[in-house]
């Protein structure tokens, strides 16, 4: 476990965690905005768990956190860490029966505690595609500025999108 909330643990991902995210990565709505194609297959997703679970949260490039609610598996936050080690930048991504309750947020702020207070890193950032106004309201929500719009920037599944581009200083996060 590397953090506990009041509800959520993010932990490292397990073998046992494939079928909950094949299952929600798969699902069309979560995929629209993100890298990856729906359907994630069973097989593919037991690798790409296995692999995420070997990962090293504390060494620079990607890491996937699983995003735990008492046993199960909802969703995911990844974080790149810089070169650096002084900064980062995150994604998240949860199942579409936990959504708007609160757990992303949750989530979010529980990583941001960590990175901030525990790794004392000085900056995270963040970027989605711009109609994705769930993701730019979280993102808001728990303190990130919006710094930019990059238009028709990423190419992605056959078409241009425009990217908002958000961040957050340690010193902006800890004295709110």
């Known amino acids: 476990m590397f953090v506990q909330t009041e509800r959520l643990t993010l932990r490292r991902f ?5 079928t909950a995210f094949a299952a929600y990565r798969s699902d069309p709505e979560v995929a629209r905005f993100q890298s990856w194609e729906a359907p994630v297959r069973e097989p593919e997703a037991l690798t790409t768990v296995t692999g995420f679970g070997n990962g090293d949260p504390d060494a620079p490039g990607w890491f996937q956190y699983a995003v735990d609610l008492d046993g199960v598996l909802i969703g995911d936050l990844g974080l790149h860490l810089d070169e650096n080690l002084m900064q980062a930048e995150l994604g998240f991504t949860l199942a579409p029966a936990y959504q708007g309750k609160g757990y992303a947020t ?9 990175l901030f207070t525990a790794k004392n890193l000085h900056r995270v950032s963040a970027e989605c595609d711009a109609r994705n106004t769930s993701s730019a309201r979280l993102l808001e929500r728990v303190g ?14 056959g078409e241009w999108t425009d990217d908002l581009l958000f961040g957050l200083l340690r010193s902006d996060y800890l004295d709110a």
């Open 14 to 18: 397990t073998p046992g965690d494939a």
């Open 106 to 114: 949750e989530a979010v702020r529980g990583l941001l505690d960590h």
């Open 144 to 157: 990130f500025q919006r710094e930019g719009l990059r238009r028709s920037h990423t190419w992605i599944k």
